[in-house]
Nanobody
Framework: QVQPVESGGGLVHPGGSLRLSCAAS????????MAWYRQAPGKQRELVAA???????NYADSVKGRFTISRDNAKNLMYLQMNSLKSKDTAVYYC????????????WGQGTQVTVSS
């Protein structure tokens, strides 16, 4: 069973920074789309940022200019650099990957908690 593994979550003060990592061994890193989602208590899971194998990126409006998604295809790693964190960024952050070839398999990580609080 292929499953991405997130790391790097924790407690940070408002205005602080965190970097999340996603390790995805067993996935064809050169033929997929990867993304970070998050889910706050009582809310639906939402897309935070996505990146193609070619490096094209897409961000939710709420994180533009503060978060940066990147990937290292050689190491099968994806990152989310989060700066200027706000209390509303508090959520469980999930790594997601989807193959861009049939049968377009999708993979979810278990999630890592990010808490922004003073």
């Amino acid at each position: 069973q292929v499953q991405p593994v997130e790391s790097g979550g924790g407690l940070v003060h408002p205005g602080g920074s965190l970097r999340l990592s996603c390790a995805a061994s067993g996935i064809n890193f050169r033929a997929n789309v990867m993304a970070w989602y998050r889910q706050a208590p009582g809310k639906q899971r939402e897309l935070v940022a996505a990146i193609t194998s070619g490096g094209e990126t897409n961000y939710a409006d709420s994180v533009k200019g503060r978060f940066t998604i990147s990937r290292d295809n050689a190491k099968n790693l994806m990152y989310l650099q989060m700066n200027s964190l706000k209390s509303k960024d508090t959520a469980v952050y999930y790594c997601y990957a989807r193959d861009t070839y049939y049968p377009f398999s999708a993979y979810w990580g278990q999630g890592t908690q990010v808490t922004v609080s003073s």
